[in-house]
């Protein structure tokens, strides 16, 4: 319901923002206009304090933004609800993860190896340690339009090929601790090939639309200049200027938008519980 104490406000330098005064759980369509306003404008947002947001409430407002994922990971789903990921370094009582401990510990952009990527991600704090475990957002509008006119021209009409499968081999042969997918869930998920720069949907602006975590070439260039240019647009990508770092308190639900958004999750102690809620809601093939 409108309360009239509705707030954004910015956070970073030119994404992040917080909103307060709304309840998720129970949001009239005044509110869920300015939370979709927000999210568009500052590409990821945290709002603030819903003590009561159920799994089915998360469910129910997540689905207002479009169809929901159901992840690949089955065994980490909670129970009864597979519409959310848990993340989470909590054991169940015969000593098993319930979620997945080191969710996302590199740049990128969720799920980009599938032909629709994720639009945008949820998660909801319903446990944190009292500190560090922040996560890092990367602006890719700004990515791009930091890019000198030669390379923006270059990169134009090119695609890559984002592939979890290839990406997760890389990163476990680097020593990453990623989890682990069966055969039968690696046949499901075949590289992709998506534009390199991207234009968002709703915004109409362009973004760029490659990440370490996923993409594994450019097509049409050889390997040496396909791994020199990514490489040029990953360390433009993640310019500190680029960056805003959410520090999480408990009941915030960060929304973020993975068409012009990269994030980055960071370490914490693991003496301490840190449990969370994942949504994703399904986008449009890039273009
Ligand atoms: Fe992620």
């Known amino acids: 319901m409108a309360t009239g104490t509705e707030q954004v ?7 992040g923002a917080e909103v ?43 689905r207002r933004l479009g169809d929901l994922e159901i992840h690949v990971a089955a065994h ?10 848990q993340i989470s370094n909590k054991k169940s009582a015969d000593g098993a993860a319930v979620g997945f401990e080191e969710a996302g510990r590199y740049w990128h952009s969720d799920i980009s190896y599938v032909e629709r990527p994720a639009m945008c991600s949820l998660l ?52 990453a601790n990623r989890a682990t997918l069966t055969d039968d869930q690696k046949a499901m998920l075949p590289e992709v090939v998506h534009p390199v720069v991207r234009s968002h949907p709703e915004t109409g602006r362009k973004a760029l639309f490659v990440n370490p975590g996923f993409t594994t070439r450019i097509v049409g260039l050889s390997d040496d200049d ?3 240019l990514l490489g040029a647009l990953f360390k433009a990508s ?50």
């Open 238 to 287: 993640v310019h500190s200027q680029n960056i805003y770092t959410h520090k999480w308190r408990r009941h915030d639900l960060v929304i973020w938008d993975n068409r012009c958004l990269m994030h980055h999750a960071t370490p914490y102690d693991s003496s301490y519980i840190r449990h969370m809620h994942r949504t994703t809601v399904i986008g449009d093939r890039p273009v």
């Open 76 to 85: 980490f789903l909670l129970p009864g609800h597979p519409e959310i990921l």
């Open 9 to 15: 406000r910015l956070l970073g330098r030119s994404i």
């Open 20 to 62: 307060v005064g709304v309840d998720l759980a129970e949001l009239d369509e005044n509110d869920f206009v300015l939370v979709h306003r927000a999210l568009l404008d500052y590409g990821v947002i945290a709002v603030r304090d819903q003590t009561n947001l159920t799994p089915e409430a998360q469910i129910a407002f997540s």
């Open 124 to 175: 909801y704090a319903l446990e944190i340690p009292p500190s560090d475990g922040d996560t890092m957002f990367a602006d890719m509008y700004a990515a791009y339009d930091g890019l000198d006119g030669a390379t923006q021209k270059r990169i134009a009409d090119l695609t890559a090929v984002h592939s979890y499968a290839a990406s997760f081999a890389g990163e476990t042969a680097a020593g």
């Open 226 to 228: 396909s791994r020199s």
